[in-house]
């Protein structure tokens, strides 16, 4: 069974430019979760879907950051424009049932550098 | 503000030792507590979680406890391996907050 895709590995941009990171869940799954990791922040929320539906969404930085999940099974997570303090790496999550109450399985991430 | 901190930061052991993770923190409404391992370049492996009316989980030789009166969680790795060198992660979760995650334990296992 193939386990939360993320893409792409790795993307390198412009400051300014435009990044878009995908995520695939796992069939099945109706939580779907967005982790940025940093070595100053450590590892973060940004936002969480339910049934595709955005819950909570208090963790994304700012308006620059958004979130789709037209159907259940993708995701992305927007940066417009990007800035150097974005780099990181990003991680998607999915799990079944009681969002934070099951196992999170979680995508191998996005490393992004923004010049 | 909600605080998790791992214990130590850093961790070197030759094989075959029995180690212990240590997750605190400062919040005692804990509604569950997850401990994930990490490898270089990808992401968050669940390992084990804990639910707040539990006081132990265990998955074959890793056993994780809860002591929300101390506001603590430790994780034990019996006869350890190489193979279970990786960063340790706990995730604390009080159905209030937002999930906090825990600053990590670097574990290296000497063959």
């Known amino acids: 069974d193939a386990g939360v895709i993320q893409s792409p590995r790795h993307e390198v941009t412009e400051m300014g430019q435009e990044v878009t990171l995908r995520c695939k869940p796992i069939?099945?799954?109706?939580?779907l979760f967005w982790y940025r990791q940093t070595m100053m922040r450590g590892l973060e929320l940004l936002i969480y879907f339910n049934n595709n539906v955005p819950i909570d969404d208090s963790g994304m930085p700012e308006d620059r950051f958004s979130a789709k999940m037209p159907n259940a099974s993708f995701s992305t997570l927007k940066i417009q424009p990007s800035e150097p303090r974005d780099s990181a790496v990003y991680f998607c999550?999915?799990?079944f049932g009681e969002g934070f109450n099951q196992p999170q399985h979680f995508g191998d991430g996005t490393r992004l550098s923004i010049l | 503000k909600q605080e998790v901190t791992q214990i130590p930061a850093a961790l070197s052991v030759p094989e075959g030792e029995n180690l212990v993770l240590n997750c605190s923190f400062t919040?005692?409404?804990?509604?569950?507590l997850q401990w994930f391992r990490q490898d270089p370049g990808k992401g968050l492996t669940s390992l084990l979680l804990i639910q707040s009316s539990q006081r132990e989980q265990t998955s074959g030789r890793l056993n994780a406890s809860l002591d929300k009166s101390s506001g603590r969680s430790t994780l034990y790795i019996a006869a350890s391996q190489p193979g279970d060198s990786a960063t340790y992660l706990c995730?604390?979760?009080?159905?209030?907050?937002?999930?906090?995650f825990g600053t990590g334990t670097r574990l290296k296992v000497l063959a």
């Open positions: 995730a604390f979760y009080s159905g209030t907050y937002k999930y906090i």
């Open positions: 069939s099945g799954h109706d939580y």
């Open positions: 999550a999915s799990s």
């Open positions: 919040d005692s409404a804990i509604y569950n």
